[in-house]
């Protein structure tokens, strides 16, 4: 069965730092681009960040760039989403997914249960 | 920064059809925005629906299909169901775009009454 779980979610200060994980099962991890997404509590979907298969690219959204990193490993079927400078607007449940590219083929399955991150005094 | 437009909410009546649409800021939507279409019900992850503008997955009902219409992505779904109340997203891509590759719409909010 395929797979995603998240971690690492939390209440965290703002100006704080947390590190989510999303550990990954029943498929070939290093076939796939991962994502992650958020979802602030009440409102809609955004796209926070993208990593290639290997690693050695990425993308964010402006609005968490040079605060967030995307990594992966491999031979761990993990992904990571670090975030530093944390501000309130971050609060949101993170998602992170599954995205295939092959040709004119682009699709995004399954999307974990999501971790809450909180962020407040 | 790029704005993926859907309608806040529609309502529609059992067995009825619908269409919810999907527009860009940066202009009419293409395959190349490879819209991909999203449900979502409260407490839930999303679940994939549509990809690549109107390709389905193995576990998509068969009332659900994707298509461009008039310059924006649509999800028809003909022959509504009461379990097809739930949030749609959107999910364009736009390449090398300044706010980030992609772009989820605002959703849109379907009720089945």
């Known amino acids: 069965e395929v797979q995603l779980v998240e971690s690492g979610g939390a209440l965290v200060q703002p100006g704080g730092s947390l590190r989510l994980s999303c550990a990954a099962s029943g498929f070939t991890f290093s076939d796939y681009w991962m994502h992650w997404v958020r979802q602030a509590p009440g409102k809609g979907l955004v796209w926070v960040s993208r990593?290639?298969?290997?690693?050695?690219?990425?993308n964010y959204v402006h609005s968490v760039e040079g605060r967030f990193t995307i990594s992966r490993d491999n031979a761990k079927n993990t992904v990571y989403l670090q975030m530093n400078s944390l501000r309130v607007e971050d609060t949101a449940v993170y998602y992170c997914?599954?995205?295939?590219?092959?040709?004119?083929?682009?699709?995004?399955?399954?999307w974990g249960q999501g971790t809450l991150v909180t962020v407040s005094s | 920064q790029t704005v993926v437009t859907q309608e806040p909410s529609l309502t529609v009546s059992p067995g009825g059809t619908v269409t919810l649409t999907c527009a860009s800021s940066?202009?009419?939507?293409?395959?190349?925005?490879?819209a991909n279409w999203f449900q979502q019900k409260p407490g839930q992850a999303p679940r994939a629906l549509i990809y690549?503008?109107?390709n389905k997955h193995s576990w998509t009902p068969a009332r659900f299909s994707g298509s461009l219409l008039g310059g924006k992505a649509a999800l028809t779904l003909s022959g509504v169901q009461p379990e097809d109340e739930a949030e749609y997203y959107c999910l364009l891509y736009h390449g090398s775009n300044y706010g980030g590759p992609w772009v989820f719409g605002g959703g849109t909010t379907l009720t089945v009454l």
């Open positions: 997914g599954r995205n295939l590219v092959r040709g004119s083929s682009v699709w995004f399955d399954p």
């Open positions: 940066t202009g009419a939507v293409t395959s190349a925005y490879f």
């Open positions: 990593i290639n298969t290997d690693g050695s690219f990425a």
């Open positions: 690549s503008t109107s």
